[in-house]
């Protein structure tokens, strides 16, 4: 019987919107990582912790590997594509398409550098056949060779057992990096503003979104109370998506604080008040100071 523990970081990686949060999220059974159908939602690297009997599994759920825009875009990627000498595996998760895109062949060349095992990950394996499935593993493993090919769904739970025991197995012999009851690294404060922009990611319009920034101004509890007030601001880059952010009357604000604040009261496991504004800062994607100032710190990777 091995009762050695084992320990290790494992990158999430992949294009933008193919399903990264959403499994670790199930992997982890709380919500690190918020999610949308919207691309780009990942913004920053987002740690998650699954400690077990055996073995602690660091998960590093990144941006979506894209072509950037923007200094936040170029930010985005050098997150992403940092992990890759940073992690004991590397999980890549890709659709159950046969044909592989353009941006997967340039995550497939990038991986050719790396060291470390690498994992294919087919997500949505529930929305195809097994004859397409087996086209989509033949098509990739073509390609490289990777050290096990998954077919998961992140959204139904299948196969994350497999996954889950098949990521032990590879991962080296190590300490606890961290206390077993520690599910992330990241600050209250960041989960906080990363849930609300959620919810504008879910009610704004396309166009929207990708320019939109949340800072928590003020965050403390009422004395002698349990209840939290919350101050934050959302940012855009024009004047008229503020006037959209808040809505006829301001209902569209109020819509997007009342849904927040349900996930926030979860996550805090206390009654909140949230408060928000929204201010416009023009480009704030490329200027340096504003990205740092809302956490996107090139020099932090």
Not at 51 to 78: A, C, R, W
């Amino acid at each position: 019987m091995n009762n050695k523990f084992h320990s290790g970081f494992v990158s999430l990686i992949g294009r933008p919107n193919v399903g990264k949060s959403t499994l670790m999220n199930l992997i982890i059974g709380e919500k690190i990582a918020i999610m949308s159908g919207k691309p780009q939602t990942t913004r920053n690297r987002i740690q998650a912790i699954l400690t077990t009997e055996n073995s602690q599994i660091i998960f590093i759920d990144t941006p979506g590997i894209h072509k950037p825009k923007s200094k936040l875009g170029n930010y985005m990627v050098k997150s992403a594509e940092s992990t890759f000498s940073d992690a004991d595996i590397i999980l890549y998760l890709i659709e159950p398409y046969e044909k592989i895109k353009d941006s997967d062949a340039a995550i497939i060349e990038k991986l050719k550098k790396t060291g470390s095992p690498v994992f294919l990950l087919i997500n949505k394996v529930d929305t195809v056949e097994k004859p397409e499935l087996l086209k989509v593993m033949d098509s990739y493993s073509r390609q490289y060779a990777f050290a096990e090919i998954i077919p998961v769904s992140a959204l139904k739970g299948t196969n994350k057992d497999t996954l889950l025991k098949t990521i032990e197995s590879y991962l080296p012999e190590g300490p606890r990096f961290f206390p077993d009851d520690m599910i992330t690294d990241q600050p209250e404060r960041q989960i906080t503003a990363e849930l609300i922009r959620e919810k504008a990611l879910y009610l704004l319009q396309e166009e929207i979104p990708h320019g939109i920034a949340v800072e928590i101004t003020s965050m403390k509890q009422r004395e002698n109370t349990a209840l939290v007030d919350i101050e934050a601001t959302i940012y855009c880059e024009r004047d008229s998506h503020k006037g959209i952010i808040i809505g006829k009357h301001g209902a569209m604000l109020k819509k997007i604080g009342s849904n927040a604040r349900r996930d926030i009261e979860r996550l805090l496991g206390s009654p909140v008040n949230l408060q928000l504004w929204v201010k416009v800062k023009k480009d704030w994607r490329d200027s340096d100071m504003l990205l740092k100032n809302f956490g996107y710190d090139a020099k932090q990777l």
